[in-house]
């Protein structure tokens, strides 16, 4: 499945941003998950929602900030991010697996990142 995420953007700590993935026609056969990677640091499991958009887990350092939904209609999904902070700053992939799960080894398709970047 093709991903192409966008959205990301420069913003102040505690603003606010909203990224966008959008998949290809076979989606619906996916879960799609976010994924994070800062300079110099291993990649980091963000948030993923299962195939019907339900059961969201989160990484423990974005619990409360940030929310992924589902679109399947529009075959499209979403990382709401809310109160950024400077350690928020990094490359956020989506990415797309059979299973649901937090490890990026799980994922077996990936979209190209799209920089956030939050200043202090």
């Known amino acids: 499945v093709q991903l192409q995420a966008s959205g990301g953007g420069s913003v102040q700590a505690g603003g606010s941003l909203r990224l966008s993935c959008a998949a290809g026609?076979?989606?619906?056969?996916?879960?799609v998950g976010w994924f994070r990677q800062g300079p110099g640091k291993d990649r980091e499991f963000v948030a993923v929602?299962?195939?019907?958009?339900?059961?969201?887990m989160y990484g423990d350092s974005v619990k409360g900030r940030f929310t992924i939904s589902r679109d399947s209609a529009e075959r499209m999904v979403y990382l709401q991010m809310n109160n950024l902070k400077p350690e928020d700053t990094a490359a956020y992939f989506c990415?797309?697996?059979?299973?649901?799960?937090?490890?990026?080894?799980?994922?077996?398709?990936w979209g190209q990142g799209t920089q956030v970047t939050v200043s202090s």
């Open positions: 929602t299962d195939k019907v958009g339900g059961s969201p």
């Open positions: 990415a797309a697996s059979y299973r649901y799960g937090s490890s990026p080894t799980l994922y077996t398709y």
């Open positions: 026609r076979t989606f619906n056969n996916y879960v």
